[in-house]
């Protein structure tokens, strides 16, 4: 279907180039005469005389088209396409001349201002039908040759797509079992201690798991949805740890409207609490900002510790936060993990925003 759609766009730009391209070839001619130069011929024979150019002009090159399509001439090798074409070009030019000066001689009889019909007229006539000819050839290739282009291009954006579509539904399947099993972790930890807390962290759960699986629909959610998603983790959390867990919001009211990937400020605070909350027996303070700088939202998740990069210190959830990442904004976003001066951890990730999230 699109191939056909291709084709036919193809064609129909062809005819507009191939009728215009001799309208105006015809507009030039006239002009001349339409500015009141002197001519011995008669209007009326002029006016015939280039109409019969643009029409038997158009005729030729179109039966070179035929021939270049249909022998697959610009799939050739540059060497054997460097022969055909101008030789076709230059018996074209050959027959569009004999059928001019002909009809100039027999019909028009234009020989009577003109002079005799000799080699030096055939010479002129073919000459000038070569220079419109190969102009008229150069412009095809060129023009195939940059719609071709492109259509390779839109293609391999196209596939490009649909692998970045299919990582990305890899990737958050991989990301709801992963957040399903550390929330269960925490439950099993709280489910022999408190029934009642228990029955809590199932309902907050509960909230959590419907907004994960209302986000994997979209690639990227609100920052205000996802906020909201995590009070409803800490809140999970905060039962597990109590008065351990401490964290400090520092939230840009501009930057709600912005969008970010599903479950990434969540998989960033989640990592906080495993490297700093959780290890910790005073427990520790989580720092959460989010702020937009010139037209980049900075998401931005502070702990104590130490950060050393080993195989395991970057669990599932950062792999994956790095590669939605990676596959939404290119090298227009990133995530980055490292250490601070003051002796924490800091988590920062950098999105691309439109300018309608910026005015929203």
Known sequence: MKADQEQGSSLGLYWRCQLGGWLGFSLLQL???LLGSAYRTPLRLIVAAIILRAVTGMLGTHLLYLCIRRRRWLQMLNARLAVRLPVAASLLAGALASMELLFSHFLLRDDVWYGPFDARRVISAWFAWMIVVSG???LYVIIHELRERRIRETRALRLEMMVQEAQLRGLRAQLNPHFLFNCLNSLREVIGEDK???QLMVT???ALLRYSLQSNKSELVYLADEILAVKDYLALENIRFEERLRVQWSVAPEADRARVP????QTLVENALK?????RPKGDDVAIRARLTGAELQLEVLNSGQFIETASSVGVGLKNAEERI????GEHG???VENTADGRVRALAKLPIAPVELTA
């Open 275 to 279: 490297h700093g909350v959780a290890r």
């Open 196 to 198: 009642e807390r228990a």
């Open 204 to 206: 907050q759960l509960s």
């Open 262 to 265: 599903p479950m990434l400020l």
């Open 136 to 138: 008229w050839t150069v």
């Open 326 to 329: 990676n596959l939404l904004f």
């Open 31 to 33: 002009i001349p005469v």
């Open 334 to 336: 990133s995530l980055v």
